[in-house]
Nanobody, 129 residues
Framework: VQLVESGGGLVQPGGSLRLSCAAS????????MGWYRQAPGNQRELVAS?????????NYADAVKGRFTISRDNAKKAVYLQMNSLKSEDTAVYYC??????????????????????WGQGTLVTVSS
């Protein structure tokens, strides 16, 4: 499973950016998609996630609540992160994550589901004046 992110860049404090992530591959289902970030010298941390197996439950890090919004398009196997009121402390590499199952078939056309937990390559968000 491949995840391709886009939308990062340089923005002034108070500005907005929208990150996009699209999944591709022999995907049977995606149960959870989310965004993580890693600033220099820090560990990777959860920014926001959305689950379809729990009725579309979304979770946000306290630091971004009220400013960031996660959404997904199941038909496109995509997840988005709308980031508003950006602060310098939001500067980081943002990574997309997806968890689900791929599907393949045996020689007898029996389906085989295999779990996956995939990451994108990351997109840099820099908030600076």
């Amino acid at each position: 499973v491949q995840l391709v992110e886009s939308g990062g860049g340089l923005v002034q404090p108070g500005g907005s950016l929208r990150l996009s992530c699209a999944a591709s591959g022999n995907i049977f289902s995606i149960n959870n998609m989310g965004w993580y970030r890693q600033a220099p010298g820090n560990q990777r941390e959860l920014v926001a996630s959305t689950s379809t197996t729990s009725g579309g439950v979304t979770n946000y890090a306290d630091a971004v609540k009220g400013r960031f919004t996660i959404s997904r398009d199941n038909a496109k196997k995509a997840v988005y992160l709308q980031m508003n009121s950006l602060k310098s402390e939001d500067t980081a590499v943002y990574y997309c994550n997806a968890v689900g199952d791929t599907i393949s078939y045996t020689a007898y056309d029996e389906p085989i589901l295999t779990a996956f937990d995939s990451w994108g390559q990351g997109t840099l968000v820099t908030v600076s004046s």
